[in-house]
Structures are given as C-alpha cells and as structure tokens.
C-alpha cells in the first residue's frame, strides 16, 4: 500500500504562516517528484509547487511564488510546504501527490502527471 498523510492545516489569520507536512507510508518517496496541490470550494485543483526526487529543483505556481517554499526530508519521508504570508485567497483543501517515476528531474504541474494522492488538508485563512 501507498499512502500519503497530509497534515498541518488549520485556522489561520491572514498574515499568518503555517507548515504543513505529507507523510509518506508504504514504501520511501526518496526518488520520486512529488507535489502540492489545493481546491478551494467550488473551483478547480490546481497546482501549487513541486519538488523534484533530489529536492534541488522547484517550482511553484506565480500566486504563492515568493510566500510557500516546498521541501523535502528524504531520511524522514516527509514532503512539507511551509507558507507564510498567508490570505483568504490561499483558503483551500491542500493535497500532496507523487509521480512513481524514479529520479524524476522535472516537477510536474498537472494533475495527470501524479500517480498517488493523500486525502488533504483543510486550510482556512481569516480575514
């Protein structure tokens, strides 16, 4: 079995930081890409940032790019994705994903390209 645990989210206040974390059970992540995505009520999942299996390249989308850094700690198995800056816009169910691809150098941005989800993570933001 693979499976991915998110956790961290919460209520925040705008302006506010959190971490949230994805653990990975079943086997190791180690040297595979892996992703965060998030869907706020009503709309699209999209793409938030993505590491790839070394964790020496990254790419986030342009409406968290300066305020989310993503990160990986292979020893412990576990992707995070600290945010800080925090808005109501940022308020949304947060996902992370893997692409069993091993040494995968890119980092995806679209849906398809993840083989596995963790079930998510509420984040609210507050005005």
């Known amino acids: 079995q693979v499976q991915l645990a998110e956790s961290g989210g919460g209520l925040v206040q705008a302006g506010g930081s959190l971490r949230l974390s994805c653990a990975a059970s079943?086997?190791?992540?180690?040297?595979?890409?892996m992703g965060w995505f998030r869907q706020a009520p009503g709309k699209e999942r999209e793409f938030v940032a993505a590491?790839?299996?070394?964790?020496?390249?990254?790419d986030y989308a342009g409406s968290v790019k300066g305020r989310f850094t993503i990160s990986r700690d292979n020893a412990k198995n576990t992707l995070y994705l600290q945010m800080n800056s925090l808005t109501p816009e940022d308020t949304a169910v947060y996902y992370c994903a893997v692409k069993l691809v091993r040494y995968y150098i890119g980092t995806p941005r679209y849906t398809g390209a993840y083989d596995y989800w963790g079930q998510g993570t509420l984040v609210t933001v507050s005005s």
């Open positions: 079943g086997r190791t992540f180690s040297m595979y890409p």
């Open positions: 590491i790839n299996w070394k964790g020496d390249r990254t």
